[in-house]
């Protein structure tokens, strides 16, 4: 390929005119870069302070969760305990043999004795380790259907149930099992 001599101031000014298009095309390219890395960082800052913020919802929603449970295990304790004394009110033998009788359930109840006792309760203290594993099932069916609040102790001991000097193992020997929503 031959150029002509006149051919060639030509060539040069378009030369020049493309590496102008080529410097303000690079320079839209550097701002433009520059603009992105900037959204990244204030992106990858505001991702940063909604984690914190998601860190603190949780954390409060927590405290909030195990107050709530705190008191409704105090709740419920005092529920228990007034209940226990109406029972030991109601149920009273002759002052003069001091002996009381409670209603209970034996490891062998049938469904028919389970439903006669859980008419009347406001609140079902179910002490595991003295059922049956049906009576256990059957106890739990019947709260869920009757919407009625049950605690299952490990352990029935008037301490653990009342909420007075607990020993430490007994807090995990008790699981409440809430009532359904309505």
């Known amino acids: 390929m031959h150029l002509a001599a006149h051919e060639i101031p030509q060539l040069i000014s378009e030369y020049h005119a493309l590496m102008r298009h080529f410097g303000k095309a690079q320079t839209r390219c550097d701002a433009l870069v520059r603009a992105q890395a900037a959204e990244i960082a204030r992106l990858q800052g505001e991702a940063m302070r909604l984690r914190a913020a998601v860190i603190v919802r949780d954390t409060a929603l927590s405290w909030e969760r195990s107050q709530r449970m705190d008191a409704v295990r105090v709740l419920m304790q005092n529920m228990a305990l007034e209940r226990l004394q109406w029972q030991l009110r109601d149920h009273r033998a002759p002052a003069e043999t001091g002996a009381v009788a409670l209603p209970s359930l034996s490891a062998d109840a049938g469904a028919d004795d389970l439903e006669a006792s859980f008419e009347a309760a406001d609140l079902v203290i179910c002490q595991t380790g003295c059922l049956s594993h049906g009576a256990y099932w059957r ?5 869920r259907r009757t919407g009625k609040t049950c605690v299952l ?12 000097a607990p020993p430490a193992q007994s807090e995990s020997a008790i699981e ?5 929503a309505a």
């Open 176 to 180: 409440w099992l809430a009532a359904p």
């Open 139 to 143: 106890v739990q069916d019947h709260c």
């Open 153 to 164: 102790v490990e352990q029935s001991t008037a301490a653990s149930i009342t909420g007075f």
